[in-house]
């Protein structure tokens, strides 16, 4: 008898431990807005300041710092406006997708698509050129592995690739520009690299996207 519940416990608790583990994995993986629905973020490439607040479709992105990105907020799928101080531009936003509203240095607004992701055996890599600057790359911060060719400017490219810690740079012609510390890019993740000029210096920073269902 004793060796029955010993044994009816290690059952019970290995489902639990089951459980506990699909939940997290859910919780990773799974979208937590409605069906159907469409994301949109704010990254502020303006030095200067932070932006007080975005607004679009009635709900409101507050307090982004100079060279941060805010998380995605959720829509409806529309046309809207998006408004950021005296500035706005249209956005049509379509079912399932991704877009990054760019504030540049000059207050104009840049609407760039983000690649919609969910393998959850890789990490995403997004590289964003947010300069004025064309043909720079990512690799590795050793140069060694070219991971996203040269882009031009204000333009986006992405890759997946295997869960692994390493640092990148960004470079230009053959040389480092900027590189990052290291980073965990974790599977079934997306971690978002911004190049952007600080004011005639070039910074790479890098962001785990989020979505932020609360707003």
């Keep these: 008898m004793q060796l029955s519940i010993k044994s009816a416990v290690a059952v019970v608790f290995s489902l639990l431990v089951s459980m506990v583990a699909q939940a997290g994995e859910d919780a990773l993986y799974a ?3 409605p069906d159907g629905a469409t994301f949109i973020r704010v990254v502020n490439a303006d030095i200067s300041g932070s932006i007080p607040q975005a607004s ?3 709900k409101a992105i507050k307090d982004i710092a100079p060279m941060d990105a805010s998380p995605y907020i959720y829509l409806p799928v529309g046309t809207y406006k998006l408004s950021v101080g005296e500035r706005s531009a249209p956005v049509t936003m379509e079912k399932d997708r991704f877009y990054t509203a760019v504030v540049l240095a000059s207050g104009e607004l840049e609407i760039l698509q983000d690649k919609t992701f969910k393998n959850p055996r890789k990490a995403l890599v997004s590289f964003y050129n947010l300069t004025d600057e064309g043909g720079i ?7 060694k592995v070219a991971v996203i060719d040269p882009l031009e400017a204000l333009s986006v490219a992405n890759r997946e690739i295997n869960a692994v810690k390493l640092s ?3 470079f230009s ?6 590189q990052t510390p290291l980073v ?3 599977r079934g993740k ?3 690299f ?3 000029d600080a004011g005639g210096s070039l910074r790479l920073l890098v962001a785990e996207n989020r979505v932020d269902t609360s707003v």
């Design 194 to 196: 911004f190049m952007i």
């Design 137 to 143: 790359g990512l690799k590795t911060s050793d140069g």
């Design 184 to 186: 965990n890019l974790q």
């Design 56 to 58: 679009i479709g009635g």
């Design 31 to 33: 979208a937590e807005a």
């Design 173 to 178: 012609g053959g040389e480092a520009i900027a």
């Design 168 to 170: 990148l740079g960004a």
């Design 190 to 192: 997306v971690f978002s």
